[in-house]
């Protein structure tokens, strides 16, 4: 005989209905006992001769359960993978008889968790507000200017500090009694405001060898502890001016410090770059709000033991990059602290679950469309990896190694392709590449609300 199965699903939870033949628990029964006899010590007896009437008085029981977890443990796992069921937890087993009598078949339950349910709303009737992002010629400047500025030098000059330029000062602090605070020796760029000093505007204006006297009035917002809330007077001697000095840009320049030739060559591809930004950020900001829209109207239920699976990868991803620390060591440095991993899971199991639901999204996506590759989209793949660096055998070799990774990466983008076509859009807001800085802060204040619950959450979303 075997054992009957009836499997019901609820969503996330999975349950198994068994019925197991007393034929094959009393036959499982008795390969127990007799593996057992010989091993069974009990007082009055010598090892091996314990009445079989006493061993099954007093581990009778036990076997018998044991003999159903043996037929269990191989029954249950040719069920379901004959069935093509995919708990993603332990089974967990109760007996619909509170008293198991062992006169007749034993029936029981087996309940687990299943992968992520969704019922996909229409997304069709979805619309919301996006934006878009422009790549002017002055956003390629602005990347160019950047980019030399890496590699000034500075120029001692003989003209009056302004803005911009970089000022070594020494400069003497006092008490309003008069008692030296302190002595700041530094080099200083008008304009950026060093440590919250306030110094940059009184030295405008002076030259190498020129001296000033002048106070400033601080609150709690200054570095130094002794400035806090009070009034300082400075004596403040200059000792050089310096300009900051910009390489020319020249296809020499350019062959030294990046992989191209000529100028026009790396402005070029620099344009193109900043455009290939600009999309895939216009795209990431636009399906944020998208995402959310469609969970609105779908039925979706996320598995606690997958979101505590998925909680705990980004723990230990976040000691080991962040801190370069074990997952022990981040444990002991938080109850230092007064937290706990517990506190710290606390606050990412949302922005966790929200992640699930994306991906279960676009799974579910790329089935009901059937999504499959061609050549032109690995073809595309190759480029945007180019973009990189990478010589052809090197994105070849990339690709081959990760394979299933890519193959994985594209079919997403193909479903967020079909999201972005499918649902209606509202206003549209046009943006530069300069703009992406604010916007990025914008998205991670909706993300940080969303992420909150009860009465904390709140509904506004960024202007866009």
């Not at 995402?291 to 699976?309: G, H, M, N, R, W």
């Not at 799974?363 to 073809?379: P, V």
């Not at 999201?419 to 940080?448: F, H, N, W």
Request: aromatic share 10%.
């Amino acid at each position: 005989m075997a054992c009957k199965f009836e499997f019901t699903r609820e969503k996330t939870r999975g349950t198994i209905k068994v019925t197991i033949p007393l034929v094959d628990i009393n036959e499982k029964y008795k390969e127990i006992l007799k593996e057992n006899i010989s091993k069974i010590k009990m007082k009055g007896f010598r090892p091996g001769h314990v009445p079989t009437s006493i061993i099954e008085k007093q581990f009778g029981e036990q076997f018998k359960f044991d003999a159903i977890n043996d037929i269990l443990q191989k029954e249950y796992k040719d069920y379901i993978d004959k069935e093509n069921i995919d708990p993603i937890s332990q089974a967990s087993l109760n007996f619909e008889e509170e008293k198991v009598s062992f006169d007749k078949d034993v029936v029981a339950n087996l309940t687990f968790e299943l992968p992520p349910y969704i019922q996909l709303g229409d997304i069709s009737k979805i619309k919301t507000d996006r934006i878009e992002i422009k790549t002017n010629e002055k956003d390629v400047e602005k990347e160019i200017e950047d980019f030399r500025q890496r590699f000034s030098t500075l120029e001692e000059v003989d003209t009056k500090a302004e803005k911009d330029d970089f000022v070594d000062i020494t400069a003497k602090a006092f008490d309003e009694n008069g008692e030296l605070l302190r002595t700041v020796d530094r080099m200083i760029k008008i304009g950026e405001d060093l440590s919250n000093l306030h110094l940059d505007d009184h030295l405008i204006g002076l030259k190498k060898g020129e001296s000033k006297k002048f106070d400033v009035t601080y609150d709690d917002n200054v570095v130094f502890s002794e400035f806090k809330n009070k009034k300082v007077n400075y004596d403040v001697a200059v000792n050089s001016v310096k300009k900051s000095k910009l390489p020319d840009l020249t296809d020499e320049f350019v062959q030294k410090n990046t992989r191209f030739t000529t100028v026009d060559e790396y402005k070029s591809k620099l344009k193109e770059r900043l455009e290939y930004y600009s999309r895939e950020f216009e795209r990431k900001y636009n399906l944020t709000f998208i995402y959310d829209e469609i969970a609105k109207i779908s039925d979706i239920e996320i598995p606690d033991t997958l979101v505590e699976q998925q909680a705990e990868i980004v723990i230990n991803n976040y000691a080991s990059s962040t801190y370069g620390l074990s997952r022990d060591k981040l444990e002991t440095m938080l109850k230092a602290s007064g937290s706990s991993i517990e506190d710290f899971k606390k606050v990412v199991k949302p922005s966790v679950v929200k992640d699930i639901e994306i991906e279960v999204i676009l799974d579910e996506i790329i089935k009901q469309q059937k999504i499959e590759l061609s050549e032109q989209d690995w073809n595309e793949l190759k480029e945007d990896i180019k973009k990189d660096g990478l010589e052809d055998d090197q994105v070849a070799e990339e690709i081959e190694k990760n394979k299933v990774r890519y193959e994985y990466y594209l079919k997403k983008k193909k479903a967020e392709d079909y999201i972005l076509a499918t649902c209606k859009t509202g206003k549209i807001k046009t943006y530069t590449y300069s703009d992406i800085p604010d916007l990025q802060v914008k998205l991670d204040m909706y993300r940080e609300k969303e992420n909150k619950t009860g009465d904390e959450k709140k509904e506004e979303k960024p202007e866009v």
